[in-house]
């Protein structure tokens, strides 16, 4: 069943099926999403940047990201297109984060692994440890 929401770029109450805006917006970003496209696939300005485009088609930048993210703009065909990394802002052509940012959250994952490694050892020499107490302690009362 659909639901019914307000449009979240205009306000208007429409029934969410497939798109996550109401009709006359999801019109307004296909025609922002063309004016872009016909920028780029000209020849001189396939080698443009993120920036030049926003500048060449006054389309948010966030809007072209969004584009790019989705899979309708295909970086393999414009070298110089872009967008931020979502940790540092630095411009990368795939995945979220760059390589910078993916190798820190990797070590900080593998820093976690190894202390939660530890503490269960911990753990385990602490139990070892009130269990052979106890078994003195049951011989004694004996």
């Given at each position: 069943?659909?639901?019914?929401l307000n449009?979240?770029?205009?306000?208007?109450?429409?029934?969410?099926?497939?798109?996550?805006?109401?009709?006359?917006?999801a019109?307004?970003?296909?025609?922002?999403?063309?004016?872009?496209?016909?920028f780029?696939?000209?020849?001189?300005?396939?080698?443009?940047?993120?920036?030049?485009?926003?500048?060449?088609?006054?389309?948010?930048?966030?809007?072209?990201?969004?584009?790019?993210?989705?899979?309708?703009?295909?970086?393999?065909?414009?070298?110089?297109?872009?967008?931020p990394?979502?940790k540092c802002?630095?411009?990368?052509?795939?995945?979220?984060?760059?390589?910078?940012?993916?190798?820190?959250?990797?070590?900080?994952?593998?820093?976690?692994?190894?202390?939660k490694?530890?503490?269960?050892?911990?753990?385990?020499?602490?139990?070892?440890k009130?269990?052979?107490?106890?078994s003195?302690?049951?011989?004694?009362?004996?």
């Amino acid at each position: 069943m659909a639901d019914l929401l307000n449009c979240p770029n205009c306000g208007k109450l429409f029934v969410k099926a497939l798109r996550s805006v109401c009709n006359d917006c999801a019109k307004e970003v296909e025609e922002k999403y063309n004016k872009v496209y016909q920028f780029i696939r000209k020849r001189e300005n396939r080698r443009a940047t993120i920036d030049e485009v926003t500048e060449g088609t006054d389309v948010e930048q966030s809007l072209i990201i969004q584009f790019i993210r989705e899979g309708r703009i295909h970086l393999s065909q414009f070298p110089n297109l872009g967008y931020p990394c979502e940790k540092c802002g630095v411009m990368i052509r795939e995945q979220r984060l760059c390589h910078s940012c993916a190798k820190d959250l990797r070590q900080g994952l593998h820093t976690i692994d190894r202390q939660k490694e530890f503490d269960a050892r911990q753990k385990k020499r602490e139990n070892a440890k009130i269990k052979a107490y106890a078994s003195l302690d049951n011989r004694l009362n004996r």
